[in-house]
């Protein structure tokens, strides 16, 4: 059997605490779901308006690139799914993260995902579509009117 040289030893060695730390995170948030955290871990259109509004909330659209230039809000951050472990510095730890796709399939995971990394995070369960019905005329205008700085 061919020994691995001392320095790659070390590396692969210390690769494996986050590996396990990782999971063990996982394995704690599902030993410990509720029925409070199933109803904690969703968001409306209309309670994220308002948090919105107040400055009290981030949206993250964790949409692909492209899909994001066809069509978004203006109001919401472009972090793709596939990007959001390299871009965690990007979030507003003191905000709660909503992350939002056209329906909600890749937000729960992104919301899943920054749950167990320690941000409050829900997703938004009416997804894009819903939020885009919502804001229709006046409350699109109240919505930009509150959010302008």
């Known amino acids: 059997m061919k020994k691995l040289p001392l320095l790659t030893t070390f590396l692969a060695l210390a690769l494996i605490p986050p590996m396990y730390s990782?999971?063990?995170?996982?394995d704690d948030y599902l030993a410990g779901f509720t029925y409070q955290e199933r109803k904690d871990m969703k968001i409306?259109?209309?309670e994220l308006v308002e948090l919105l509004k107040k400055?009290?909330?981030?949206l993250i659209d964790i949409r692909f690139p492209e899909e994001f230039a066809a069509w978004h809000m203006n109001f919401a951050k472009n972090i793709?799914?596939?990007?959001?472990p390299a871009r965690l510095g990007e979030?507003?730890?003191s905000k709660l993260i909503v992350t939002a796709c056209p329906h909600y399939d890749?937000?729960?995971?992104?919301?899943l995902y920054l749950t167990t990394k320690g941000y409050r995070a829900r997703y938004l369960n009416d997804g894009l579509l819903g939020l885009a019905d919502l804001l229709r005329g006046d409350k699109a205008?109240?919505?930009i009117n509150a959010t302008a700085h």
């Not at 400055?55 to 981030?58: I, L």
């Not at 793709?80 to 959001?84: A, H, I, R, V």
């Open 22 to 26: 990782h999971a063990e995170e996982l």
């Open 44 to 46: 409306d259109s209309k």
């Open 55 to 58: 400055g009290e909330a981030q």
């Open 80 to 84: 793709p799914l596939n990007e959001l």
């Open 91 to 93: 979030l507003d730890k």
């Open 106 to 111: 890749r937000s729960s995971m992104a919301r």
């Open 141 to 143: 205008r109240e919505l």
